[in-house]
């Protein structure tokens, strides 16, 4: 594989990953009833010291915390090499983001990073691993 084969993988992934990451906050801050579907099966979330398991588990953990707008300053994918990525069955991408959050009125920063995979028969995106943390 040329290094412009090499390079145009890493601009799709990476553009997949971006697409949903901006959708996952539209959800999260508009409907989030729906965010349980973007996590894979076994995916893990640690919410502030929080940990749940499982994409049910998930999203009803998340229906449950007060609305939220988000403000996603900064965004950095990182596509997997092959090898990394094989365990996962398909492309595999870390997502560092940080930004702000108003939640119950208040203001606070925030760091998260997804690990993200994209399945080889479905080509859909969803989300393995979810850490989310105040950094203020």
């Not at 084969?5 to 553009?15: L, Q």
């Not at 893990?44 to 398991?53: A, E, K």
């Amino acid at each position: 594989m040329s290094s412009l084969d090499i390079e145009k993988i890493d601009r799709k992934t990476c553009e997949d990953a971006m697409q949903l990451i901006r959708l996952y906050y539209e959800v999260i801050d508009r409907r989030r009833e729906r965010l349980g579907f973007m996590y894979a099966e076994g995916a893990s979330l640690v919410w502030n010291g929080n940990s749940v398991n499982g994409s049910q588990a998930i999203g009803k953990f998340l229906t449950e915390i007060p609305d939220t707008q988000h403000e996603v300053i900064s965004v950095d994918v990182q596509r997997f090499s092959p090898l990394a990525a094989a365990p996962f069955g398909g492309d595999a991408m870390t997502a560092l983001i940080a930004g702000g959050v108003i939640i119950d009125g208040i203001y606070h920063s925030f760091t998260q990073s997804m690990l993200l995979m994209r399945d080889p028969l479905s080509e859909k995106s969803m989300i393995l691993s979810d850490r989310f943390r105040y950094v203020d």
